[in-house]
């Protein structure tokens, strides 16, 4: 990023999207961390995981995993969304108050402002395209003019806006943007759209509590490329000595298979960043 310009970031509870915004080398306002202290971990591990994050279950499990491997007590703290500050105050705050490690953000390149760092990625997960079973099983046979539900906003979303736009205008598809996965998944059970391109984690949790999704099923993605999104958790840029020993705590349970069976006993999407 270029000096003295803002950092928009926006990092995305897999799912939930969070922006978080500062001038470059600057802490968000709230700067004095003796209001808070910080958490006593000399014998534990303090993490915060979002309910609103579709795949904070499976991240909770890997904490714990990790604080075990580290020899430490694990602390989650569950996160109670009733702040009014801003996103990164919130963030700020959990950090210093809460938990030294947040799990659940989308790693981006280049995507976080320099007060904090993240760990190696802990798995891999993405996003899909969602259709009913009569559906073509590829995107590339669903007619022009076909409409797809795509959440608002997500880095597929405007990769699919970027591959859409470059394809002649009568062989586009009808984009139609959607506030959440759920609603874009919705408008597909009620014939409101063709597939709709989701965040894996969120179908996988959603499809527990509905089963009316059980009658979707995946549409190849080609001729769009949906690359895979690593997903690793932030801390404090001050918290350097917990981040290496948090990546080689990682680095040992993606290596033994243990992340890997979290995901499984989850039924996440997803395999281990090895």
């Given at each position: 990023?270029?000096?003295?310009?803002?950092?928009?970031?926006?990092?995305?509870?897999?799912?939930?999207?969070?922006?978080?915004?500062?001038?470059?080398g600057?802490l968000?306002?709230?700067?004095?961390e003796?209001?808070?202290?910080?958490?006593?971990?000399?014998?534990?591990?303090?993490?915060?995981?979002?309910?609103?994050?579709?795949?904070?279950?499976?991240?909770?499990?890997?904490?714990?995993?990790?604080a075990?491997?580290?020899?430490?007590?694990?602390?989650?703290?569950?996160?109670?969304?009733?702040?009014?500050?801003?996103?990164?105050?919130?963030?700020?705050?959990?950090?210093?108050?809460?938990?030294?490690?947040?799990?659940?953000f989308?790693?981006?390149?280049?995507?976080?402002?320099d007060?904090?760092?993240?760990?190696?990625?802990?798995?891999?997960?993405?996003?899909?395209?969602?259709?009913?079973s009569?559906?073509?099983?590829?995107?590339a046979?669903i007619?022009?003019?076909g409409?797809?539900?795509?959440?608002?906003?997500?880095?597929?979303?405007?990769?699919?806006?970027?591959?859409?736009?470059?394809?002649?205008?009568e062989?586009r598809?009808?984009?139609?943007?959607?506030?959440?996965?759920?609603?874009?998944i919705?408008?597909?059970l009620?014939?409101?759209?063709?597939?709709?391109?989701?965040?894996?984690?969120?179908?996988?949790?959603?499809?527990?509590?509905?089963?009316?999704?059980?009658?979707?099923?995946?549409?190849?993605?080609?001729?769009?490329?949906?690359?895979?999104?690593?997903?690793?958790?932030?801390?404090?840029?001050?918290?350097t000595?917990?981040?290496?020993?948090?990546?080689?705590?990682?680095?040992?349970?993606?290596?033994?298979?243990?992340?890997d069976?979290?995901?499984?006993?989850?039924?996440?999407?997803?395999?281990?960043?090895?």
């Open positions: 990023m270029l000096a003295g310009k803002w950092i928009a970031a926006l990092m995305v509870l897999l799912g939930l999207a969070i922006s978080v915004s500062a001038q470059e600057e968000p306002f709230l700067r004095d003796n209001q808070f202290g910080r958490p006593d971990d000399a014998f534990s591990l303090s993490f915060c995981v979002d309910p609103r994050d579709p795949s904070w279950e499976v991240d909770k499990a890997i904490g714990e995993a990790i075990d491997a580290l020899l430490l007590e694990a602390k989650p703290f569950i996160i109670e969304n009733q702040s009014t500050e801003s996103d990164e105050t919130e963030l700020y705050r959990h950090l210093l108050r809460d938990c030294r490690l947040y799990f659940g989308k790693l981006i390149a280049q995507g976080y402002p007060w904090l760092t993240v760990t190696r990625p802990l798995y891999e997960t993405g996003y899909i395209f969602l259709a009913k009569s559906a073509p099983q590829r995107l046979d007619p022009p003019g409409r797809i539900a795509a959440t608002l906003g997500t880095s597929a979303d405007l990769r699919l806006i970027q591959f859409n736009n470059s394809r002649p205008s062989r598809w009808k984009r139609i943007p959607y506030t959440s996965d759920e609603a874009a919705n408008a597909v009620a014939d409101e759209a063709d597939t709709a391109l989701v965040w894996a984690p969120t179908f996988t949790r959603l499809r527990k509590t509905n089963a009316d999704f059980d009658a979707l099923k995946v549409v190849d993605p080609q001729p769009l490329t949906l690359p895979a999104m690593p997903v690793g958790a932030l801390l404090l840029a001050q918290d000595y917990l981040r290496v020993n948090v990546d080689r705590a990682i680095t040992d349970l993606i290596a033994d298979g243990a992340i069976g979290i995901l499984r006993s989850h039924g996440m999407e997803g395999q281990a960043k090895r």
